[in-house]
């Protein structure tokens, strides 16, 4: 496949005037240049996609079926793009070869999984209280909802998941599970995965006959056109999966508009608890662990354990020493692009230069030819000191992690309920006899995250209908919302309502007999009937 | 009853200086002020109140049944209070007592309807995925989900609807369902009322041993309170209902703070399309059942149906010429209060100055001894001057409305499709034929509302499950959400992942075995098992 490097919509690359000079991909672990030159898109060329975008919804939002045998043609055209999409993927992220299959087929089952969810239909909640003629004072009409497609969704994906959370990630295939037109900005460190993927969406559509206004892919280096997008009249939601200050200045920018759901996934420190007992029987099971964790996908991941609690004892010692020794042996490793390491090298100065915080590990080496390669690091401190530095509670994104040694489990329930914000994730780890007593710990860490995980760790972020993935601001910007799992898809709908309507003109989904066959609340009962 | 006049926190009225003059309310009917003054809360108070909101939030959430026997116990108090409750009210607004029982009603419906949502269960939208120790590559976890409660709300109540709408209205009810402390702002214009609602709850809470810091009750007639409870750092949600003026500047207000939901709920001019044939089969029953919502409490309805669009034929002008008819027989009726009325007689004014719109009907009669009455009104334009002028699209709150007289069907779907802006319902009045073939616009109405209804009124917004009483912006700050019915629950809560989790650990909701016997989303299957 030859890359062209120009936006999409309609169906194909832009044929308006390329504008300015353009980019490049970088390859991150040789520091090259790849080819195409991309180009950003320009107002006229987002205003082409929105409006072709909205004038596509109602053809797209009406058809379940031919919908999910759309996602399903999508994961097939992925995994049809075979290696040449690993290949270049690999060349852009510096991810291997391995990740990058991986996440094709989380990427791909994905998509199949809301193919069943639309088919299923529940997502729909559909509602039904049949009429009371007779009702006194006045009769009842009958009234019947049930959720409809907000209209075209601008979805932001993120570098460090170049398919799973990018242009037919999570958030696409939720949006037009949904029924919404997508409107993705492609990201500029994989602008090549990006067409590829797009072109992948672009064909399902003509092969499902569905509208080719149902996608499209703008490309931006700069800020301009994720901010075209975002204030666009047309734009009816946006989806953003990245770092906070990406997602906090869209936020402000969609404040500028009439009011548009927002949803922000920014990442977190994920704080993790590991209890005395814990540490002191399984403290270097927990260490090789964590160590792993820390160090999985160059620690970027926005589940990453970056603060880790425990009581200042013999065992956590122990474990201290033990992490210290596996992350000092953790190889360097190539971060997605040289703007990544710089910001990491620059997190992890902050750290060091604060009284009171220790730096366990070797110094920074070089950045290697790409310039973008890291060390793994370990800062240790006290809780003063983490109470008295809110930096500490700052997001390092990379292979580094924080112990704070506390005094008590008291003093980490103090910690954790007065000086951590939200948070996508909180783990904590405890024996069976110290779980037992844990339940004011827990519902403190409940109370600033969106997931609390038992003795594991917060990487892996299961795929399935109970998986939550946002938290309280600032890990998102609506914590009502998750951005993994099938309940991803309520996102991007609301509520219609019909009332006294003929059969006729109802959507099958609110007939009487119940032809789609779909779980219902019919006068107050859930049924299938 | 003797009335306090103070803001209300911790169970009791504040024991902190009064500050200012305060205010008193005003009969609109007579335009008497009422005994006691009420003083604005203060910074500080507000302050308390969020703080022991806070603090109280842990404790309200836990106990479901207990939640379900306060809403009760709240409505048999609003009942308990008899004709006192009654006769402030109607003193406060000029509504009839008729009116404000029948609406008391509808309030502890709605509070009643509450408890048995939360005993339900369902609202919790439980999720469990088991884990699957042996999967490849990787073992999957236990992995489960259920919604909590936000933390505190911030109600805001409207004017026209002194009890359902206000400090007992649903949206208290469905925040205290969802278990969220709320913090009610008292609408100035029935303060006496709030305070008696609000001492209701508040005894309540007692009687039913559950924390005072769950319901407070701020004063304040000007802007500073209500912009004090949007931007405390404690308040977590905000519900208001009224104009759009005032929801607009809470909702700007809010994206001065970290992100929280923002519902409010602002009106519309709710546009009503009578097909030819409807027209000429029951023009005169349309226009009688037309005139009563238009003058139904005093048109001060969100629902009062504004805009009619309909084709100029014969049956059109017999259709305008009684309700014309209607309108001019109908008496002045007392408003909630003058600055409503004042608001009423400008809207009415700068309609009659527009080129091409013509006004029926006898000229604004004084206002009476509260300087509060209002004369019901009949506009009527062609579509060009709908086209335009955007005033016309604009709600006149109060007993009037337009009718656009458009050359054919298509026109109407011209001016729906493209001028109108979003609405909490949209009405379709036609012969069975014409609904056969009204599809296409009733796809447009829809489009544009939250409600569409068929050959009715919008007029009376029932509360059941299948209610959505919000809309696309203007008419509602969030369309994913409802003010009436029993979804209003869900804006209150979000979604918190228990991974791993030891059977004790977990909330009931979410065991093994379902003590709850709730229905569940179980690997991926709808039970009750």
Redesign the interface.
Same mark, same amino acid.
């Given at each position: 496949m030859e890359l062209h490097g120009r936006s999409m919509f309609g169906g194909g690359p832009s044929s308006l005037p390329a504008e300015g000079d353009g980019f490049r991909a970088i390859n991150p672990t040789t520091g090259e240049s790849l080819d195409p030159v991309f180009h950003d898109a320009s107002p006229r060329e987002i205003d082409e996609a929105l409006n072709l975008a909205e004038a596509a919804t109602?053809h797209l939002g009406a058809d379940r079926e031919r919908r999910a045998r759309l996602l399903e043609h999508i994961a097939s055209a992925l995994e049809g793009l075979g290696d040449a999409l690993v290949d270049r993927a690999t060349q852009e992220t510096g991810l291997p070869a391995g990740r990058i299959n991986m996440e094709r087929g989380r990427t791909c089952g994905q998509l199949r999984l809301f193919a069943k969810v639309i088919r299923e239909g529940?997502y729909l909640?559909a509602?039904?209280?049949r009429a009371l003629p007779d009702r006194e004072p006045?009769p009842?009409?009958d009234?019947?909802?049930m959720h409809?497609p907000?209209g075209p969704v601008a979805v932001f994906g993120a570098s460090n998941f170049p398919l799973a959370f990018s242009v037919a990630g999570g958030d696409t295939a939720s949006a037009l599970a949904a029924g919404c037109p997508v409107v993705a900005k492609a990201h500029p460190a994989h602008p090549g995965t990006c067409e590829m993927v797009g072109r992948a969406i672009t064909d399902s559509l003509a092969a499902c006959d569905l509208p080719a206004g149902a996608f499209a892919l703008m490309h931006g280096a700069g800020h301009a056109v994720g901010t075209g997008l975002v204030r666009h009249p047309k734009t009816c939601a946006v989806a953003f999966t990245g770092s906070f200050a990406g997602g906090n200045a869209l936020?402000l920018e969609s404040?500028k508009r009439?009011?548009?759901?927002f949803y922000a996934e920014m990442g977190s420190v994920n704080p993790v608890v590991i209890l005395p007992g814990a540490a002191a029987e399984r403290g270097g099971a927990i260490a090789t662990g964590l160590q792993q964790a820390v160090c999985l996908g160059v620690g970027q991941f926005c589940t990453n354990p970056g603060v880790v609690f425990a009581v200042d004892d013999d065992a956590t010692k122990v474990f201290v020493d033990k992490l210290s020794d596996l992350l000092a042996e953790a190889p360097d490793a190539t971060m997605l692009h040289a703007g990544i390491r710089t910001s990491y090298v620059a997190g992890q100065r902050r750290l060091r230069a604060l009284d009171g915080v220790g730096h366990v590990g070797r110094d920074p080496d070089e950045g290697g030819a790409g310039n973008a390669d890291a060390t793994p690091a370990l800062f240790t401190c006290d809780a003063d000191t983490f109470r008295e530095h809110p930096e500490l509670r700052d997001e390092v994104f990379g292979p580094s992690t924080l112990v704070v040694r506390c005094t008590s489990v008291a003093e980490i329930e103090q910690l954790v309920g007065s000086f951590l914000s939200g948070q996508l994730t909180a783990t904590v780890h405890g024996t @069976?006899d110290e779980? +037992?007593d844990? @339940?004011h710990l827990? +519902?403190l860490l409940?109370?600033v995250s +969106?997931?609390?995980?038992?003795?594991?760790f917060p990487t892996?972020v299961?795929v399935?209908?109970?998986?939550?993935h946002?938290g309280?601001?600032?890990a998102a910007?609506?914590?009502?919302s998750?951005s993994v799992g099938t309940?991803a898809i309520r996102r991007f709908?609301?509520?219609?309502?019909?009332?006294?309507?003929?059969q006729?003109?109802l959507p099958d989904e609110l007939k009487d007999g119940n032809p789609c066959q779909m779980?219902r609340?019919v006068d107050?009962e859930?049924s299938r009937e």
């Open positions: 109602d529940s909640d509602r039904i209280d006045i009842k009409p009234i019947r909802q409809i907000l936020m404040h009439s009011p548009i759901p @069976g779980l +037992g844990a @339940g827990v +519902g409940r109370n +969106g997931r609390v995980i038992v003795n594991g892996g299961e399935c209908p109970s998986m939550h946002g309280p601001f600032p910007s609506d914590s009502r998750t309940a709908l609301r509520p219609a309502c019909y009332q006294g309507f003929p006729t003109l779980l609340l107050g859930w």
